[in-house]
């Protein structure tokens, strides 16, 4: 699925996502990833929900965003609340949802300027 182009002054947005690749400006990623605003981490260990850690979460509260959006492949799961706690103990907000529709409201949170972090799984 193609996006629409956002202004270049926002930073690092999805520009296109499928089942088996995204592609962030000019980059192309075939693993999971964590983006946000001015940085891309590539290959975030976790390859399916199954595989998250806490230590997965913990390298998002040194990012220090407002909101952790997710995205847990083709089909939304919810990993067991422990694994995440980090965050809401922190105050960060997550929201979990399948990795078409993180990308999605990623795009949108980071064109309004918010402190938005997407942590996707292909």
């Not at 926002?10 to 996502?17: E, Q």
């Not at 980059?27 to 199954?50: G, K, Y």
């Not at 959006?69 to 799961?77: K, M, W």
């Not at 103990?89 to 078409?100: D, F, K, R, S």
Request: aromatic share 8%; charged share 20%; proline share 7%.
């Amino acid at each position: 699925m193609k996006f629409s182009l956002a202004d270049p002054g926002d930073g690092y947005t999805i520009h296109a996502y499928s089942s088996t690749e995204l592609v962030v400006g000019e980059m192309r990623f075939s693993n999971s990833i964590i983006i946000l605003p001015e940085r891309v981490i590539a290959d975030w260990r976790p390859r399916t929900t199954e595989q998250l850690q806490a230590s997965d979460f913990e390298i998002l509260l040194g990012l220090q965003p407002d909101l952790v959006l997710l995205g847990t492949g083709e089909h939304q799961q919810f990993p067991p609340p422990d694994r995440y706690s980090c965050l809401t103990v922190a105050g960060i907000g997550l929201e979990i949802m399948t990795t078409p529709a993180a990308c999605r409201t990623y795009n949108i949170l980071v064109s309004e300027g918010r402190r938005a972090a997407a942590a996707l799984i292909l």
